[in-house]
């Protein structure tokens, strides 16, 4: 069943918001697609109309027969990921050694929670890998730090304008580029239909608003004694910012004006009274409700998918993958436990991030950039730069970002969405409307270097510290805003 309400939403007060029109390019007819007719049925209407050949394109950046040594680092595949991103992973490695087979390629896969600190390390040591793929809120802290080369989609081939604008905001230090991104991700709200409808609630309308999501949450806890929502506030994981951030921003808040069309970073607004209500209702779900796991504090969303399989869990936020994700669960699962799986599974629905009490919606705009290093901080102290556009051009292509992001992101290059695997994908991954209709809400993370030990630390510590008592909402909020000041007034990292 597919009636998720996506199109009720859209109907009612267009796909773009105030907020969304701000992440669109004032040049949006300069684009690969045109991004102000963004919608299901738009996206729809381009997939599988255009052909490209990935070794011919990159061929022209660098010759298919070209000899040469690369070392890359990458965030891999982890825990709670599809099996079908894990092929995915194993086809495009292949597929590049296939078509550079006289690259001698040293790839390391690692963790989204061991990547940043890892290759700080090697960076002090000059010890760093010649192409890194990071998160999107790292490369600002290094190209600050004189760490990456500039380089420009135009460097490998492409065009700035093939590339989501709000993408193209988290490669920009000082006015110039350092990376490219590779992939898109919002996310969306998943809810068990069945929950709903034994809690007393429309099992086909989800939560409208983040207070709806408390009360909803409580209601479920009180009538069903389960969860009611999949509260994640782990210190140093991506998933939590990831999921709180949203929130924040859709009460108001922020950790400065980043939701602005015109951020500049210079305020403060941790502790405003809109961010201290976003804060205030996790307390309330958390503390005052009960409503949400007791191991919130320490779980990932890799935590929160088993006990939504299980049925223990009602709400969550995440993205599309997930259902792929519970159908390998699923079918590693047993005797009556399979069965229970199922119905989990047939109650599945996605729907569009709820807004804040004055129906502002926000979703991170995530995702990943793959970039290049300086010589002196790589091993050797050379880098192999042929080699390393090679690898830029292939990861960024059409076909390789829309197939490495196949089964929960979108590809970071808009032509992706052209491609005859962007149709495949539509027709068999259930859900990818809600999260590609997210897109244009998409707020991108602060572009400081500072930004990854906000996110990361300071932010999951604000939370941490509201939610085990240690310090009032209040408290909580004003602290983070000392700290988020210290840093920035401190030169950063």
Not at 67 to 79: A, D, I, M, P
Not at 202 to 218: F, G, H, I, L, Q
Not at 347 to 366: C, E, H, Q, S, W
């Amino acid at each position: 069943m597919r009636n998720f309400r996506l199109g009720r939403a859209l109907a009612h007060g267009a796909l773009v918001s105030a907020l969304a029109v701000s992440m669109l390019s004032t040049s949006v007819n300069a684009q690969s697609v045109d991004l102000s007719k963004w919608s299901p049925e738009y996206v729809r209407s381009i997939a599988g109309t255009e052909e490209y050949d990935t070794g011919e394109l990159c061929g022209n950046v660098t010759p298919l027969d070209y000899t040469g040594k690369l070392s890359f680092w990458y965030q891999g595949v982890f825990e709670g990921d599809p099996d079908l991103l894990r092929q995915y992973y194993k086809d495009f490695f292949e597929a590049f050694r296939a078509t550079y087979p006289n690259i001698d390629l040293q790839e390391q896969a690692l963790t989204y929670n061991d990547l940043l600190d890892k290759f700080r390390t090697a960076l002090l040591g000059n010890a760093g890998p010649m192409v890194v793929r990071l998160q999107i809120l790292g490369g600002v802290e290094f190209a600050s730090k004189g760490y990456l080369q500039e380089l420009s989609p135009e460097d490998v081939g492409w065009k700035t304008e093939d590339f989501w604008p709000g993408a193209m905001k988290s490669v920009m230090w000082e006015g110039k580029a350092y990376g490219i991104p590779t992939n898109n991700e919002t996310m969306a709200l998943i809810w068990n239909a069945d929950i709903f409808k034994r809690a007393g609630l429309d099992p086909e309308n989800p939560p409208a608003t983040w207070d709806d999501v408390v009360a909803y949450s409580k209601q479920i806890h009180d009538n069903l004694g389960i969860a009611g929502y999949g509260l994640v506030a782990r210190k140093n994981a991506g998933n939590t910012p990831y999921r709180f951030m949203p929130q924040l921003w859709g009460y108001g808040g922020g950790v400065f004006d980043e939701t602005d069309p015109n951020p500049t970073y210079s305020e403060v607004r941790i502790n405003s009274d809109a961010s201290k209500a976003a804060l205030q209702a996790s307390y309330d779900m958390y503390v005052r409700d009960k409503s949400v796991p007791v191991s919130a504090l320490t779980n990932q969303q890799a935590d929160n998918q088993p006990l939504f399989l299980a049925g223990q869990v009602a709400m969550m936020i995440s993205h599309p993958s997930d259902y792929n994700v519970m159908l390998d669960l699923q079918a590693k699962a047993t005797g009556t436990d399979k069965e229970k799986a199922q119905t989990v599974i047939d109650n599945m629905r996605y729907g569009l991030i709820p807004t804040g009490p004055d129906g502002k919606r926000a979703v991170v705009f995530g995702g990943s950039n793959i970039h290049i290093l300086n010589p002196e901080y790589v091993e050797g102290g050379v880098v192999d730069e042929a080699a390393a556009k090679a690898m830029v051009c292939f990861w960024t292509s059409p076909e390789w970002s829309l197939k490495m992001a196949y089964a929960g992101s979108n590809p970071g290059n808009l032509n992706g969405f052209k491609t005859k695997w962007m149709k495949e994908r539509l027709d068999t991954i259930r859900f990818l409307d809600v999260t590609t209709s997210m897109l244009p809400y998409g707020v991108p993370f602060p572009t400081l270097p500072e930004t990854p030990e906000i996110m990361n630390i300071i932010i999951p510590d604000m939370l941490q510290n509201a939610l085990t008592g240690a310090m009032t909402v209040d408290e909580a909020a004003d602290d983070a805003a000392k700290k988020i000041s210290d840093l920035k007034g401190g030169g950063g990292l």
